[in-house]
């Protein structure tokens, strides 16, 4: 901004004045035309992030909806794993174990999200939207943990793949830990998910039904299912 002298010279203090206010007018005009054209910018960016983080949550909230709507089928399989486990551990008969890992892993996103914050657009965001995006996505970090942990646990149960009796007392040992630390995480992320989906839908972002296909897989009863009652039935004769 540059401030020009007056032309001519000033011969009263009231031709001083006039000139004086004339340069704040000026003054006032120009920065409040720079402040609406910096609104007006923050306002693009903001309905840029909105968009964004949109489409980002939306992508998760179909992964939540898949994750509780295969809460108990997975819970299920972990029984007839668990019965599997056991029945190995005391030398009872048992067939090969097919399919174990359920196909319940998940991506949650957040790349925007981390861009905005790390730049000055989120500051722009209402106070109590700010606050529902905020615990959206630290709740979505602590979920990426659990599910990462999950699926080390599946892993380990995933020992039992093939013929289970070929195992000793410390491949028991770590499936039964696991097992116990994959019920726990079924349970915890599909809480998560319903809060989720309540915070997601405050901020008026659209849940995607869970992928049917999906649920399907999981809550389709394997051939374990079919095991479970065998071994049972041959557990029960043998007692």
């Known amino acids: 901004m540059e401030l020009h002298s007056p032309k001519h010279p000033i011969h009263s203090r009231r031709e001083f004045l006039r000139e004086v206010g004339i340069i704040v007018l000026g003054v006032l005009i ?26 980002e949550m939306i ?90 942990r999950e699926h080390d646990a599946w892993d380990v149960i995933e020992r039992l793949h093939g013929d289970p009796s070929r195992l000793g007392p410390d491949d028991f040992a770590a499936i039964r830990g696991a097992i116990a630390h994959a019920r726990t995480s079924n349970v915890y992320i599909a809480l998560v998910a319903k809060e989720e989906i309540k915070r997601a839908t405050q901020l008026h972002i659209p849940v995607p039904p869970a992928d049917t296909a999906r649920v399907r897989s999981v809550c389709t009863p394997p051939p374990l299912a079919a095991r479970q009652a065998v071994l049972r039935k041959r557990g029960a004769e043998r007692a």
Not at 107 to 119: Q, V
């Open 30 to 55: 120009a920065l409040g035309a720079e402040q609406a054209v910096e609104a007006v910018h923050w306002r693009a960016e903001v309905r840029g992030a909105h968009a964004s983080l949109r489409l």
């Open 59 to 148: 992508t998760a909230n179909g992964n939540f909806a898949f994750r509780t709507a295969v809460r108990d089928c997975v819970a299920s399989r972990l029984d007839s794993l668990d019965a599997i486990t056991e029945l190995a551990a005391r030398h009872a008969p048992v067939p090969r174990v097919g399919a174990v890992q359920p196909d319940i892993a998940n991506a949650f996103l957040d790349g925007d999200w981390l861009a905005y914050r790390a730049s000055q657009v989120l500051t722009h965001f209402g106070h109590p939207e700010l606050e529902e995006y905020g615990g959206y996505y630290g709740q979505l970090e602590h979920v990426r943990d659990w599910i990462a």
